[in-house]
């Protein structure tokens, strides 16, 4: 469970997440994080939050924001950029130099438990080279946090169709969609 000040990571990414304030923290209402971004990160895949809007300040370094899958921007120390539900969306870091970011979701939702269940799959060797887990994996995570954040590509309807199809072979296979072991 997320709580005041705890830290995760992803060992293959090197990105960093501390928790400033959690749902429980604000009754739902925000959560507001400090993401660290190792230098030269890599692009992860584009994504959108179909109930969420985020708000990003970049407190040192500079992070590029891919927006809507063509606009590619480059932040620095003291930008901000909003980012309204719905609205595809990447970040990394491309520069030598660390990043930091205060990240703010509104509502906060499950967003923790994602964030923690994908850190958690990372630090146990359960993710491949780009810190993605793989696809039985990814069928059951993404059908539990669909509210939270959905990936672009495949089309929505061909992920709904896909991972509907796989999620009883993940859970065969002794898959789930959340790890009670990395909500400690």
């Not at 990043?99 to 906060?108: D, G, Y």
Request: glycine share 6%; with cysteine.
């Amino acid at each position: 469970m997320a709580y005041k000040n705890k830290t995760i990571r992803n060992p293959i990414t090197g990105q960093q997440i501390r928790f400033i304030q959690t749902s429980k923290d604000t009754n739902g209402q925000v959560l507001e994080m400090e993401a660290t971004y190792n230098a030269t990160s890599k692009e992860p895949p584009s994504h959108y939050h179909p109930y969420q809007d985020e708000n990003f300040t970049v407190i040192s370094g500079e992070l590029r924001v891919r927006l809507d899958g063509e606009e590619t921007h480059t932040l620095q120390a003291g930008d901000t950029l909003q980012i309204p539900r719905g609205q595809v969306h990447s970040m990394w870091n491309a520069s030598k130099h660390k990043a930091v970011v205060n990240w703010q979701v509104r509502p906060a939702m499950n967003t923790e438990e994602l964030l923690e269940t994908f850190m958690g799959l990372a630090t146990d060797g359960k993710c491949n080279r780009q810190g993605m887990p793989g696809l039985l994996q990814i069928a059951l995570t993404s059908g539990k946090y669909n509210r939270e954040t959905r990936l672009v590509s495949p089309p929505l309807l061909i992920q709904r169709v896909f991972f509907s199809v796989l999620t009883p072979f993940a859970r065969m296979a002794g898959y789930k969609a959340v790890y009670p072991q990395y909500l400690d």
